[in-house]
């Protein structure tokens, strides 16, 4: 099992630009969440998917950001336009239903210039 | 809402000894599950060690044990015999039962220093 999958691990980007995150998460696993790393605030829940489904998009700081899960093995994160605010570490995680437990991807860190 | 505290930003602990972190939390609800995640500097989240509600005993995982105690709300982690590898940071989180799959909720992260 190659465990949950993001790219890039690394963007440097321009204020302006679109930035898009990718996640894979973990065969079977049907719940996806995208967190938010920064030294201010923490980890924040910005999004999570149950069967595809966004379940609760809360915490989605602007219009902004965006995220989609087209398919069980694939979800994206964008950012229109990025700001050096939205600085981060972007995690990935997923779990199988009725499993009590995430599984992290190794998290993509953001930086807008 | 539910809401994790760590009350301690940093903590230091010499190698072979023992520490504990504090870890405090907010609900109204009677069914959830508890965790400790670790944050190497290579940024991974690595579960440590978790804990259902409902059970009373506390969980154990080799060197890595917790202090529930669900009246007062309070999960706190105690490693034995520190290890340099354990320098890191240290995250309690909560995440309610439900009938589908429910987000993990964070503290702010206790960063542990291990010194030789």
């Known amino acids: 099992d190659a465990g949950v999958i993001q790219s890039p691990r690394h963007e440097v980007t321009e204020m302006g630009q679109e930035v898009t995150l990718r996640c894979k998460p973990i065969?079977?696993?049907?719940?996806l969440f995208w967190y938010r790393q920064t030294m201010m605030r923490g980890l924040e829940l910005l999004i999570y998917f149950n069967n595809n489904v966004p379940i609760d998009d809360s915490g989605m700081p602007e219009d902004r950001f965006s995220a989609k899960m087209p398919n069980a093995s694939f979800s994206t994160l964008k950012i229109q336009p990025s700001e050096p605010r939205d600085s981060a570490v972007y995690f990935c995680?997923?779990?199988?239903?009725?499993?009590?437990?995430?599984?992290f991807g190794a998290g993509s860190r953001l930086t807008v210039l | 809402a539910q809401t994790v505290t760590q009350s301690q930003p940093e903590m230091s602990v010499q190698e072979a000894e023992t520490v504990t972190l504090s870890c405090t939390y907010d609900?109204?609800?009677?069914?959830?599950?508890l965790f400790w995640y670790k944050q190497p500097p290579s940024r991974q989240m690595i579960l440590v060690i978790r804990q259902e509600a409902y059970k009373q005993q506390n969980a154990t995982e080799n060197r890595f044990s917790v202090n529930f105690q669900k009246a007062a709300k309070s999960f706190s982690l105690k490693i034995s015999d520190s290890q340099l590898g354990d320098a890191a940071m240290y995250f309690c989180?909560?995440?309610?039962?439900?009938?589908?799959?429910?987000?993990?909720?964070f503290g702010k992260g206790t960063r542990l220093s291990v010194i030789a």
């Open positions: 995680a997923s779990s199988p239903s009725g499993a009590n437990v995430l599984t």
């Open positions: 065969s079977g696993h049907n719940s």
């Open positions: 609900t109204s609800e009677s069914d959830y599950y």
């Open positions: 989180a909560y995440r309610l039962y439900g009938s589908g799959n429910t987000p993990l909720v």
